[in-house]
Structure formats: structure tokens, C-alpha cells
């Protein structure tokens, strides 16, 4: 793992904050159960502690980290890696805390913000922060699978750390090994089996990308799955980086093995019904529709040839639950 690092790294960078944290836990914090009332319990939100929260977490990173501004990345609703594999993230509460869609709301009208259909927050973080167009940006999040993405990366749950330097190799390592390991909380099971410790051991010694792979489809072989289950894993884990996504087409682009040539393009279901299957697309398959600029971002994005399909690159608060009798 990286050292942590004098915070001084993040002078007058940008800062990309995990803007979903910030919100489920502001509102959590503000909500309060009131006592029974005719066979009723009710949950009251104190939007204002809550706003009052998050604003205090912002301001304080941006204060701490002496940046320069801030982007908050909120994730959609709806996810691409469910097109891959539907038990992603299926055992996740089915709704937010009440008053987090509030809460979001005054998040953006007060600081810039990105949200993108079937994207997470964590690729919104990951595309901004890969990007040669965005400047100097300091990932801000206590999420472990930002330790995939290079570059420096502040956990606000361990401030003591300072700010972590990610370099492209050990972003690599991170991504093979939660592959191996899978994560129950997103509902990904990884390789039967392998947990931290194996999967460092797995891993230990390589050098190469290449090498690692090789050991991982290896690992996954061995307790009995394929290298497709393997690659579907590695897909799932991976977090979205600079040409991984199209802005003006919402098309994304699948994580391919080291040293495969191929570009392979997975649409998303907010281009239409040719999207409803989890497939991949190939570049020779994959339409341009560049009429529209990117979300939330106000300029336009620099291009590169041939990154994608269209060379874009990448950009009520109460409730009253009734208790049963006799309970």
C-alpha cells in the first residue's frame, strides 16, 4: 500500500468528493425516531442538522486539503454492472434514508456536482481523475475501491494518513486483488475461497500486469470457474477511468485483460431497447452521436482519436410505520 503523504499534495488541487457518503450520512445523523403515538411510530428528519452536516463536511476537506474548489460525484440510481451480473449490489437496501433526494438537491444547487446515468459515483470520481483535461484533483472518499483508481486519494476516516499517493502499478495490484476477493457488499463474490490474506499471497511477487492476470485466471480455475467468471469479476471491480466512457453517448467501455487489443463497448439502457442485454459492442459496431455536451460540466471536453465509439472521452422526509399489535 501507498504511504500516506503531506496534505500539501492537495494545495490548490480540485477536489472529487464521494458525494453519496457525505449524504446518507448527514441525513442518517439527522434522523430521529419520535415515541409511539396510536399504535404509530414515526421517523422525523431534521433537514437543517443535515444540510448543516454535509456543509460542514465539505467546507472542512476543502479547508483541510487547502483546495482549490470541489466536484461532488453522486451515483445513479440504475448501474451498467447489472447489465453484467444481476445480483450486483441486489442485496442493497432498496431505497435511500428519508429526505437523502432532498438533501442531495441542495447539495447540487450549492456546490459543483456530476451525476450520470448507470454510472456509480466512484467512476464519475475515477473518469474525472484519470483525465488529462481536468488539472491537478485529489479523490476524496472513505470507499476502499478508490484505491484502484492512480493518483492521490484522501480517506476522511483516516485523516491521520494525509493524503495517499496511488501509483498506476499498485492500482493495478488493488484492482487484481479485489477481484480475487470479491466484495459482499456490492454482492460480487470474487474467487471462492480467497480472501485478503490469499489473495496477496496470490499476487505476491508479480511485477507485470500480464503476470497477474495469468495468476488470477489461474486462482479462479482452481476453485472451479472459468476465465469468463474471472473477467466478469475483474469487470465488476473495476472503477471507470479516463476513455472508459463515452459522455456524449453514455456507451461504456469494458475492462479487457493486459494486452488485449480490443475495445469492447457495453451501451447502457438510457440509449433505448437495443441496450436491454448485458453485451459488449465493438468499435466497428459502435455508433457516433456527438450532438450533446457534457452534463453538468459547462465546457466541452478535449478529444482523443479513436478513445470511443462517438472519440468522446471522459466526462417526503417523515415516515409512519405501523407497528403489528401484540408486538
Not at 13 to 40: F, W
Amino acid at each position: 500500500m501507498p504511504k500516506g503523504s503531506d496534505r500539501t499534495k492537495a494545495h490548490k488541487c480540485r477536489l472529487l468528493i464521494d458525494a453519496d457518503i457525505v449524504a446518507y450520512q448527514s441525513v442518517s445523523n439527522a434522523m430521529h425516531e419520535l415515541p409511539e403515538v396510536d399504535d404509530q411510530i414515526s421517523v422525523q428528519v431534521d433537514m437543517a442538522a443535515a444540510r448543516e452536516e454535509a456543509s460542514s463536511r465539505i467546507e472542512g476537506y476543502l479547508r483541510e486539503l487547502k483546495a482549490s474548489g470541489c466536484v461532488l460525484c453522486f451515483g445513479s440510481i440504475s448501474n451498467f454492472r447489472k447489465q453484467l451480473y444481476p445480483e450486483y449490489k441486489r442485496n442493497r437496501a432498496k431505497r435511500k434514508p428519508f429526505g437523502y433526494e432532498k438533501l442531495v438537491e441542495w447539495m447540487e444547487s450549492r456546490w459543483p456536482s456530476e451525476r450520470r446515468g448507470f454510472l456509480e459515483a466512484d467512476d464519475l470520481i475515477g473518469l474525472m481523475h484519470t483525465s488529462p483535461y481536468d488539472g491537478a484533483t485529489v479523490s476524496v472518499s472513505e470507499d476502499k475501491d478508490l484505491t484502484c483508481i492512480p493518483g492521490l486519494l484522501y480517506n476522511p476516516r483516516r485523516p491521520e494518513s494525509g493524503v495517499l499517493e496511488i501509483s498506476k502499478s499498485a492500482a493495478a495490484y488493488n484492482h487484481m486483488r479485489m477481484t480475487l476477493c470479491g466484495d459482499t457488499t456490492d454482492g460480487y463474490p470474487g474467487c471462492k475461497g480467497v480472501g485478503a490474506v490469499k489473495a496477496e499471497a496470490i499476487l505476491a511477487g508479480t511485477v507485470s500486469a500480464e503476470t497477474m492476470w495469468e495468476r488470477v485466471v489461474a486462482a479462479f480455475a482452481k476453485s472451479g470457474k472459468d476465465a469468463r467468471f474471472a473477467l466478469t469479476q475483474a469487470r465488476l471491480a473495476f472503477i471507470l477511468h479516463d476513455g472508459y466512457y463515452d459522455w456524449d453517448n453514455g456507451m461504456v467501455r469494458m475492462w479487457d485483460p493486459p494486452g488485449s487489443t480490443s475495445k469492447q463497448w457495453m451501451p447502457t439502457q438510457s440509449r433505448g431497447k437495443e441496450a436491454g442485454n448485458a453485451r459488449v459492442q465493438g468499435d466497428d459496431k459502435a455508433g457516433a452521436d456527438n450532438g450533446s455536451s457534457r452534463a453538468g460540466g459547462g465546457e466541452r471536453r478535449g478529444r482523443r482519436e479513436n478513445d470511443s465509439p462517438g472519440a468522446g472521452v471522459g466526462r417526503p422526509v417523515r415516515r409512519v410505520v405501523r407497528r403489528r399489535r401484540g408486538k
